[in-house]
């Protein structure tokens, strides 16, 4: 915790070597430091300054910085008014998996020149990683949204890009898709991985993803969620209280069931259970 009136909050993701963090400071400076990790973050709001790479840099509102592992830095602020920004710290074995996955010939791990980079679409994935990590997503949406952010940030901002190609690894399995949805309607309220569809399927997890979408028209988790959602629905209907369905689906908790339930229905679990033992139907 940092002075009186700023802030820092941490979040980990177990077994995955994903930690979060968010922060608001105005007066806090952080020391000369470094990360064993890969660091990406966002600055939401204001700007901030740091010295890196020998030279002293300026991250505003939108702006993405880039920090290799074991790179020294500090931080302050850059304006009167302070700043916010979010960060996300990578194991280096983490993200060398994720490129390996999708990128099976590329040539050592990537380094980013350039400690500020202004990219929306970059700001947007790492944005999205951290919101999935802090409001605890299921697995498949955390790992989804890992792997767009490190090939968004490998392709996009390395110094040597590194995008994924037409490798064989990659070319569509006969049968992966179905064997992963088949997988997904049996265990659908558990918190799967990528990697247990994907040896489920036979193909690299890169492959299963595109194969998936190809397929069906979905992403695995969004398939996942609307499974989930179809039977939290049966469950509503035959009288289930809410927090009982939710628990039984395999949502997080009751506001997560009913975030989800009401976008994609039009009307919370409640009404829609009452709806379901009354005259009145729910909108569909």
Do not use: I, K
């Not at 991250?59 to 790179?71: I, Y």
């Amino acid at each position: 915790m940092s002075p009186a009136g700023e802030r820092a909050v941490y979040w980990r993701v177990p077994g995955l070597g994903l930690e979060v963090m968010q922060a608001r400071f105005h007066a806090f400076a952080y020391p000369v430091h470094s990360h064993d990790t890969y660091s990406f973050g966002v600055t939401d709001h204001g700007a901030q300054s740091f010295v890196c790479r020998g030279r002293r840099c300026t991250s505003g509102a939108g702006r993405v910085m880039a920090f290799n592992p074991d790179e020294p830095h500090d931080g302050r602020s850059a304006t009167d008014h302070g700043y916010r920004y979010r960060m996300l710290h990578l194991d280096v074995a983490l993200l060398r998996q994720v490129l390996e996955d999708a990128v099976p010939h590329r040539s050592g791990p990537p380094l980013f020149a350039e400690p500020v980079v202004d990219d929306p679409h970059l700001a947007r994935a790492l944005s999205r990683l951290h919101r999935a990590v802090v409001a605890r997503a299921p697995r498949l949406v955390v790992e989804e949204r890992l792997t767009a952010a490190v090939l968004g940030m490998a392709g996009r901002a390395a110094s040597r890009p590194t995008r994924p190609a037409g490798d064989r690894r990659h070319a569509p399995v006969a049968g992966a898709a179905a064997r992963a949805r088949a997988l997904l309607r049996e265990r659908f309220a558990e918190d799967l991985s990528v990697g247990e569809l994907a040896r489920a399927a036979g193909c690299s997890r890169y492959a299963l993803y595109r194969g998936f979408r190809a397929t069906y028209g979905f992403a695995p988790s969004e398939y996942q969620r609307d499974l989930r959602l179809r039977h939290a629905r049966g469950l509503l209907a035959s009288g289930a209280a809410p927090s009982a369905a939710a628990t039984e689906a395999g949502f997080a908790d009751q506001a997560h069931l009913t975030r989800w339930f009401t976008r994609t229905y039009g009307v919370t679990p409640g009404a829609y259970r009452t709806a379901a033992h009354g005259t009145a139907r729910p909108r569909t």
